[in-house]
């Protein structure tokens, strides 16, 4: 007898090409309503709304309703972890139109990933920070923790960003995260959120409206290049 999690049914949820879409969709933590996500898979609502329902009752999606609306979020972190580290041995996406090809072209540039910065952009940060020294490459092979240097500890501060941890968390502070697009790390965990918010703070990148891609902003590019020697 079968004793180990069947993880069949997780798998054959995630399988349907719409239910895929869905989930990549709110990998940057938003909740979107059902038509929205409908519109997204070129799916009639009726299609989508019995696909969320069996998203919601796997446990990948949580729903809140709002009014006449109901709105679509991932579950949770490590939901969103799954879908990422699928997406990076998955096989690359087969191009069929100009439309898609930008769309590709900006995700893969810079996005947002469940509350951290991804693609091109993302990596050039994670790779910055190791190669100035305030981030440093797990000692141990197994490990998916970067460590922060005390060097990185104070520039972080000066930045603007303060590195404090609730007693008794989990957390991961700096997480190596495979980025499905370019097939290198970027960082996640509790610093690349941070990272995030601070980026935004200071007007250097904007996600577009409706989409996981972020702009770099003019003012970005000149501060990323002085601070962190990034060119974009």
Same mark, same amino acid.
């Given at each position: ?12 949820? &995630? ?43 796997? #446990? ?17 972190? =490590? &939901?969103?972890?799954? &879908? ?75 930045? #603007? ?6 007693? #008794? ?56 290049? =002085? ?6």
């Amino acid at each position: 007898m079968n004793v180990y999690p069947n993880i069949t049914v997780i798998a054959s949820l &995630i399988a349907d090409p719409s239910r895929a879409i869905f989930l990549s969709a709110l990998l940057d933590g938003r909740a979107l309503p059902a038509g929205e996500l409908a519109h997204m898979a070129s799916v009639t609502p009726q299609t989508a709304s019995s696909h969320l329902a069996k998203l919601v009752e796997g #446990g990948l999606l949580e729903v809140e309703q709002q009014g006449r609306h109901r709105y679509y979020r991932l579950a949770n972190k =490590e &939901i969103a972890n799954l &879908i990422e580290s699928m997406a990076s041995i998955a096989p690359p996406v087969q191009i069929r139109s100009l439309k898609q090809s930008d769309q590709l072209q900006q995700l893969s540039h810079a996005r947002t990933c469940y509350g951290h910065l991804a693609g091109k952009l993302g990596i050039s940060l994670c790779e910055a920070l190791v190669q100035k020294g305030y981030l440093a490459e797990p000692e141990e092979a197994h490990s998916k923790d970067y460590q922060v240097t005390e060097e990185g500890r104070q520039w972080f501060t000066t930045f #603007g960003i303060e590195l404090q941890m609730k007693p #008794g968390s989990r957390r991961a502070i700096a997480r190596k995260c495979l980025d499905w697009s370019e097939r290198r790390h970027h960082l996640s965990g509790m610093l690349g959120e941070q990272l995030r918010h601070r980026l935004s703070e200071l007007d250097w990148i904007r996600q577009k409206t409706g989409s996981r891609s972020v702009e770099v902003t003019e003012a970005g590019k000149k501060g990323l290049y =002085e601070m962190l020697s990034i060119s974009l």
